[in-house]
């Protein structure tokens, strides 16, 4: 059997509003990077593998492209192996190979260790609702292969389709589908194989938050990310806080606390809100414009006591938190907070990369210092915050800078004191 490749790219459109372009329209446009071999093959790469009619081709087509789930229903089986460059985020690049359900790994036209070497993480995806002892004779077949090829790949299961069945019945397909996978492995002596299973659907919002863990997996960056995010909302009054990739919904990092479904649905049902409102008035008459820029934020209150907060962060990200109506009272700390967040994040990256770098490192000692005189007294903290970002638009950070800021935030301290 040959494999045939087949790239895919992603569309022009955001899918919910056609005037929504991919690139948003948003400022002065980066150079293109010339699509070579070598700077694709240094992306990482997800590998979408399972059986015939699983839902591998549906997952890629609701996460990265907003087809309806419904049109899904009228996709042909895939027959090849399809490339999709994901490039929708500053914080997000890699490819996604979706791989026909019939691939023989002992065919020798396949070479399975070219593919497995460069690959980030591998998911396997189970229809929940069919016989599943094939399918898991197959992720045996397949992780085994990859891992001894390429022991670092993280291996994630879907146990997809799961709309259809009762609560009783997800958790206990999940929990035999679990036990028959590790038995396999267990038999074959391959206990340092681990496996993460995700309940999904495309019917909800199942599929985007483990995407999201997925893509996490592979950002070197999380561990400052998310102690930026705690922090933050340590020193706030913000009860959660996202950073969401505004184009798939795929949340980048969060803070410690708990995932809530509901928050999370909610926040992506803002972001939806935002883009739609932001096309139908955001633009000229002409229909130029961008419905996402550096201007965009929204509030929205709902009568639960709850606020939504969103603001951009770059180009294609967004910070999106939940808060009490209480602590949106105090808004002027909670908004110099988001600010700061939202300005380290960004000017922290370097240009045309995915790394946070050293920077962030030593901001995080500062922006702790500045979470505390903000909560304070915020008129005492405007030369401060000032000079933070001035420090940021002049690029001038090193040892000395941050010597001088902590210098600022004494006498700031000491100020407020007496």
């Known amino acids: 059997m040959s494999i045939q490749y087949e790239v895919e790219q992603l569309p022009d459109s955001y899918g919910v509003a056609d005037s929504f372009p991919k690139d948003f329209g948003y400022g002065e446009e980066e150079a293109e990077i010339e699509d070579s071999p070598t700077s694709s093959d240094s992306k990482p790469r997800i590998l979408l593998m399972g059986l015939r009619r699983s839902g591998k081709s549906s997952i890629q087509k609701v996460v990265f492209h907003k087809m309806s789930p419904n049109e899904t229903l009228f996709l042909e089986s895939t027959n090849k192996i399809y490339k999709d460059d994901i490039s929708s985020s ?14 023989d790994f002992f065919d020798p036209t396949f070479d399975y260790e070219m593919i497995f070497r460069g690959t980030g993480a591998l998911i396997f995806v189970i229809d929940a609702q069919d016989d599943y002892v094939e399918a898991l004779g197959r992720l045996h077949l397949t992780v085994s292969r990859a891992y001894r090829v390429n022991p670092e790949i993280n291996f994630e299961v879907f146990i997809h389709k799961v709309d259809g069945l009762s609560d009783d019945h997800k958790i206990e397909t999940q929990r035999d589908i679990h036990q028959r996978a590790n038995d396999d492995l267990a038999d074959a002596s391959l206990e340092k194989l681990h496996l993460s299973f995700y309940l999904t659907s495309i019917y909800d919002h199942s599929i985007f938050e483990a995407f999201s863990k997925v893509v996490q997996k592979l950002i070197p960056q999380l561990p400052t990310l998310e102690n930026l995010l705690n922090i933050f909302i340590s020193n706030s009054g913000i009860e959660k806080a996202f950073l969401f990739d505004v184009t798939s919904k795929i949340y980048i990092a969060t803070d410690s606390s708990p995932v809530d479904m509901q928050s999370y649905e909610l926040c992506c049902d803002m972001i939806d809100v935002v883009i739609d409102v932001s096309c139908i008035y955001g633009l000229r008459e002409d229909g130029s414009g961008s419905a996402y820029d550096k201007e965009s934020m929204a509030i929205i209150k709902l009568n639960n006591t709850t606020v939504l907060y969103l603001k951009e962060v770059t180009k294609f990200l967004a910070l999106v938190c939940i808060l009490r109506e209480e602590s949106f009272e105090r808004k002027d ?4 907070m988001i600010c700061l967040t939202t300005t380290i994040i960004n000017q922290s990256q370097p240009e045309g990369t995915a790394s946070i770098g050293k920077t962030a490192g030593w901001l995080l000692c500062v922006c702790l210092g500045t979470c505390v005189i903000l909560l304070l007294n915020n008129s005492a903290c ?5 000079t933070i970002m001035l420090f940021f638009e002049c690029e001038i950070v090193n040892q000395g800078s941050i010597l001088f800021l902590l210098f600022v935030l004494y006498l700031t301290t000491f100020c407020y004191l007496n």
């Open 90 to 103: 500053s914080f997000v690049n890699f490819q996604i190979w979706d791989f026909p359900g019939q691939v």
């Open 333 to 336: 700390g909670a908004t110099h």
């Open 382 to 386: 405007t030369l401060f915050l000032c």
